[in-house]
């Protein structure tokens, strides 16, 4: 079976604070996904990634970054954490191919203070 | 932009049906179903191809209607086990799998 680790199941952070949230997937896959998931509005993709150091936008990029320094790992950064990314925030991997099932990691659930 | 899903919400008692509708404004290449279930991850249940194919996963089936860019979930004879929240992903040319808001779904005995 696939396995989508995150980090930290809960974190509290203050605002202005640098936030790093850690996802490690076993099965080699070349995509990585960070979703934030928010009650009404689904999961909405804030980064992509389809290989090592590659990085696409998603629908909210706005006060997050990425970093992919090897396959198994993406990571996403909160630059500076404001109250309104208080969320839950997925991370997900699937195969090369964009039919291929998205496979989740449990969550971070993110308290901005 | 994200596709429709309805309802927002249903109840069902252990054994009823409901349908579960998500609906695009955009050509579609797929639709994709997730469940999650409380305090869990997403968990994959079925990918459509356009071509207006049916498919299912234990007594859970879809279609996708690819000239109406709609998938409907058809919860069957439900169970327990089916209380979640269920969400549809579309994909159409040239962006990424897209996530409607999600259908909260709860199965009472």
């Known amino acids: 079976d696939v396995k989508v680790t995150q980090s930290s199941r809960y974190l509290v ?5 640098k936030v790093f949230l850690e996802c490690v997937q076993d099965m080699d896959h070349e995509n990585m996904f960070w ?8 999961l909405r993709l804030i980064y992509f990634s389809y290989d090592v150091k590659m ?3 998603g629908d909210i990029p706005e006060g997050y970054s990425v970093s992919r320094e090897k396959k198994e790992r993406f990571s996403l950064i909160l630059e500076s954490a404001s109250t309104n990314q208080t969320s839950m925030y997925l991370c997900a991997s699937s195969a090369v191919d964009s039919n291929q099932p998205q496979h989740f990691g449990d969550g971070t659930r993110l308290s901005i203070l | 932009q994200q596709p429709v ?8 008692r252990e054994g009823e049906d ?6 695009s404004s955009k050509a579609l ?12 991850a997403p968990v994959f249940l079925m990918i459509l191809l356009k071509g ?14 690819e000239k109406k860019q709609q998938s409907s979930l058809y919860l069957t004879a439900s169970q327990l086990s089916y209380s979640g929240t269920y969400f549809c992903g579309t994909l159409a040319p040239g962006n990424k799998l897209t996530f409607g808001g999600g259908t909260r779904v709860l199965v009472k005995p």
């Open chain 1, 13 to 17: 952070k203050r605002t202005g604070e």
């Open chain 2, 5 to 12: 899903q309805s309802p927002q919400a249903v109840i069902l």
């Open chain 2, 29 to 40: 290449y797929s639709v994709h179903w997730y469940r999650q279930k409380h305090g869990e």
């Open chain 1, 55 to 57: 990085k696409e936008k």
């Open chain 2, 18 to 23: 409901a349908v579960i509708n998500c609906s």
């Open chain 1, 35 to 42: 979703y934030r998931q928010d009650p009404g509005l689904g």
């Open chain 2, 52 to 65: 207006g194919e049916q498919k299912g996963h234990e007594k859970i089936s879809a279609s996708f209607n």
